[in-house]
């Protein structure tokens, strides 16, 4: 058994909130050869980088086991380096099969000064004896933008991701991850907004369903001055999934003027569902403004009664809210065939609610 | 250093104290807690057998148990020498010379007459509240309510203590629950039968004076069916003594269609570990009010926990938290909804300042069983520096699908704006941040009883006098 997911700050042991025990899988480590990147492969590079993006040394990832099993033993590393003034488009198709199983991968993103880069990671594969482990590493300089959009769309294995950003001044991160598939999906994001008036702009759905577990630790630490960092979770459970929520806003003292949000909505639909929120905040600088919000709960029932007196069925009405809930933040998916594809496989996993 | 003259308790009314046999710890042990420490202990008291050996297997637990790993540093306290906490240094030679000038100056800010000043170090001078306390007395006594010190219910009530004590709250669910059961001295039982309502609120304030309570005492209310009362646990001025370990533990039982609000303002030296725990079990359609300031202690740990396990039972907790230079104040409170449509709200606020840390802890809970839960919880810190820490660690677990959860916090400081339109008002900067102040604490006051409001409006004014900023 291992330990993931550790909160930043733990709590009573009692209610097994601090951390998540999962058994060792026993992975047997195969190459990795499938050809990944779909588009943009001028701006994909096998070699590492000048610059290397130093992880602080306070990054413990998913869990120690996990992480250092990528400094040790990645099969697939890819450097993504935009010069100053750049602009990337980038498509990596991050399948496993077969033949390619075990992925387990250390990608670094480095956006120069007014770069600009757009990544799109789907994670496919419906390969059963299938483990994946992936580090990505990114830093935005100066007023460089990063924006990746994550589609996790894997059969029942294990997916883990660690990710560690840092943020220069005026720069941006924006990630939008979706996470449909895994049986045990487990994402470890810190975000440091080293520079001043750094954004950090995430936004996660996920659907959990048959006995899923879906964990998400996303840790936004503000350090520079009139920093912002946001992040929304929404999510549904069905059947006996299970989901962990563990957001922290962490405002180090000199963060003045900084603003942060964090929101997270999860919609029950079955009774044996789970559901753990641990919403944190940090401050050790006054001169801030940090929120948190979280809610549970079945559909609003008077929107049911509406849509269902326009003539709708409760289960069509169930899935018209749910997915209205979700919509907004699909359609940020810019790609139109896997934006699609979402809405696709949402409404067939809400089809027996 | 002026002797100040003794008052010996045997001078006191007994009918006030109600206190049989005086007992002092006046031996010393070199280190440790021991068993024949315990086993003096409960001597002194006359205790009955089976609290000597409740005691005994407490003491066994207590040393098999780890100190907790989250939370506030308590490193501080050297448990080898715990007994030194349990034995009160000869309270009544206790000089007023010998009390800290911060706590002296509160006092005299506060407007405590020099008679209660000396009651602070230790001598059992009474309060105005005696007369009070007789009409309160004579009151329920007519109507069957049972009010009296621990020792004294555990001679007198010896049925129903041992039915009730440490069930809620068992020596073996953390260490210093184990620590309590072990040497737990004072504290009040409060028995109301069913269908009576206490209309004037129970304090607890008289018995906080009486030497040698007060650092482990035990509280014990049960409220029966129908029945209604509100007690307040008052240590309402900041009692200087070197005992710096407070580790009481309060057991609420509200039955089925009882009403109990249970407030307190904790006011505890500079020096205190207060590290106390309070847990209310509540039946069906009951209803229990926890009603709670913190501003005194070094580090605390507090949180009053509801166990709702009746059908329709209900939680309400309104609390604040100040904490100032040098202090750790670790505070808020669990929630367990473990039957059908149950509710809980919980309105917390907390204020840090000049180095100080607040920390709001909380834990939700709700079973498979408890289908038709609605719980609301709202979280605000207000910081009014950055040498200050202010965290919010919420827990929300829940097990079924029929619940209707919100939790909302912020964190932040007064806003620049709100004190710029109130100085364009014509009111100074310092003036208008204490208003702002004292309105983000009105809530909480305003739920407590008169005296106690005036007197948490008193040391929030005392708190931010000239350090704001």
Not at chain 2, 150 to 161: G, K, L
Not at chain 2, 346 to 369: F, Q
């Amino acid at each position: 058994m291992t330990i993931y997911n550790e909160l930043p700050v733990t709590t009573f042991r009692w209610t097994k909130a601090n951390h998540i025990l999962l058994d060792d899988l026993n992975i047997n480590k195969t190459e990795y050869n499938y050809n990944t990147v779909k588009v943009g492969k001028d701006n994909v590079s096998d070699i590492p980088m000048a610059e290397e993006i130093k992880i602080k040394d306070d990054f413990v990832g998913a869990s120690k086991e996990s992480l250092e099993e990528v400094l040790e033993i990645a099969n697939y590393k890819k450097y993504i380096f935009a010069k100053s003034g750049e602009n990337l488009d980038i498509y990596l198709d991050l399948k496993t099969n077969e033949a390619n199983p075990v992925l387990i991968g250390d990608i670094s993103i480095y956006g120069k000064e007014n770069s600009n880069i757009q990544i799109t990671m789907d994670y496919s594969g419906d390969y059963k004896n299938a483990y994946t482990n992936v580090l990505t590493r990114i830093k935005a300089e100066k007023n460089s933008k990063i924006n990746i959009v994550k589609v996790q769309r894997q059969g029942e294995i294990r997916h883990i991701e660690h990710r560690y950003s840092q943020v220069e001044e005026n720069g941006e991160v924006k990630y939008l991850t979706v996470n449909l598939g895994g049986e045990e999906s487990l994402y470890h994001f810190v975000t440091d907004l080293i520079g001043d008036n750094s954004k950090a702009d995430l936004k996660t759905i996920y659907i959990g369903e048959g006995k899923s577990l879906t964990d998400i630790y996303n840790n936004i630490r503000f350090y520079g001055k009139n920093a912002n960092g946001d992040f929304i979770v929404k999510g549904a459970l069905k059947d006996q999934a299970k989901k962990y929520f563990r957001g922290t806003l962490d405002f180090i003292k000199g963060s003045s003027q900084s603003t942060g949000d964090e929101e997270e909505k999860v919609i029950l639909l079955n009774d044996k569902v789970k559901s753990f929120a641990i919403p944190i905040l940090l401050a050790g600088e006054d001169d801030v403004i940090g929120n948190h919000a979280a809610s549970a709960g079945q559909v609003d029932e008077n929107i049911l009664f509406y849509i269902m007196s326009r003539g709708f069925s409760e289960k069509e009405a169930k899935k018209m809210i749910v997915e209205g809930s979700f919509r907004p933040i699909i359609d940020e998916i810019k790609n139109m065939e896997l934006r699609d594809f979402v809405i696709d496989t949402l409404d067939k996993k809400l089809e027996k609610v | 250093m002026a002797q100040i003259e003794k008052t010996q308790v045997e001078n006191i009314d007994r009918e006030i104290y109600d206190i049989k046999n005086e007992f002092t710890y006046d031996y010393k042990t070199n280190a440790g807690l021991t068993p024949e420490i315990i086993r003096e202990i409960s001597a002194q008291k006359n205790e009955p057998e089976w609290m000597l050996d409740f005691r005994l297997k407490s003491l066994e637990i207590y040393n098999k148990l780890d100190i907790p790993t989250w939370g506030a540093d308590i490193s501080e306290l050297d448990m080898d020498n715990i007994v030194t906490y349990v034995k009160p240094k000869s309270g009544l030679n206790y000089s007023w010379d010998d009390v800290p000038d911060d706590i002296k100056n509160t006092f005299d800010s506060l407007g405590i007459v020099e008679a209660d000043q000396k009651s602070l170090a230790g001598v059992g001078a009474q309060y105005d509240s005696e007369v009070v306390y007789h009409s309160i007395q004579e009151n329920l006594i007519k109507k069957g309510v049972i009010y009296t010190d621990f020792e004294t219910a555990v001679r007198e009530h010896e049925d129903i203590i041992r039915e009730y004590f440490m069930k809620l709250v068992p020596p073996t669910d953390h260490k210093f629950a184990a620590l309590h059961g072990a040497v737990w001295s004072g504290g009040s039982f409060v028995y109301v039968p069913e269908g009576v309502h206490v209309d004037i609120p129970i304090q607890s304030y008289f018995r906080q004076n009486a030497p040698g309570t007060g650092q482990f005492e035990h509280t014990l209310i049960i409220v029966e069916k129908g029945a209604s009362v509100h007690f307040i646990e008052g240590c309402s001025a900041p009692k200087y003594n070197v005992n710096n370990l407070h580790a009481g533990c309060v057991e609420l039982h509200v039955k089925e269609d009882a009403y109990l609000r249970y407030s307190t303002i904790e006011n505890w030296s500079k020096n205190m570990f207060n590290l106390n725990t309070k847990r209310a079990l509540v039946d069906k359609n009951g209803t229990i009010e926890w009603v709670s300031g913190s501003f005194g202690s070094k580090v605390s740990y507090l949180y009053p926990m509801s166990i709702l396990r009746g059908e329709g039972s209900k939680s309400e907790f309104t609390g604040i938290t100040f904490a100032g230079e040098g202090q750790n104040l670790d505070t808020g409170t669990k929630v367990v909804m473990a039957a059908p449509n149950t509710s809980s709200n919980v309105n917390s606020k907390s204020i840090s300042k000049s180095g100080g840390i607040a920390t709001y802890r909380g834990l939700l809970k709700i079973t498979p069983e408890a289908r038709g839960a609605k719980a609301t919880t709202n979280c605000e810190s207000l910081m009014l520096d950055n040498e200050s820490r202010s965290d919010t660690v919420p827990v929300i677990i829940i097990e079924n699908d029929d619940v209707d959860i919100g939790h909302e916090a912020t964190i932040g400081r007064i806003s620049d704006e709100t004190i710029f339109y109130l100085m364009s008002r014509g009111i100074s900067e310092d003036e208008a941040k204490s208003m702002v102040v004292r309105g983000f604490a009105e809530p909480i006051s305003k739920e407590l009883p008169l005296e106690y409001s005036v007197e948490m409006n008193n040391l929030i004014n005392l708190e931010l006098k000239g350090t704001i900023g």
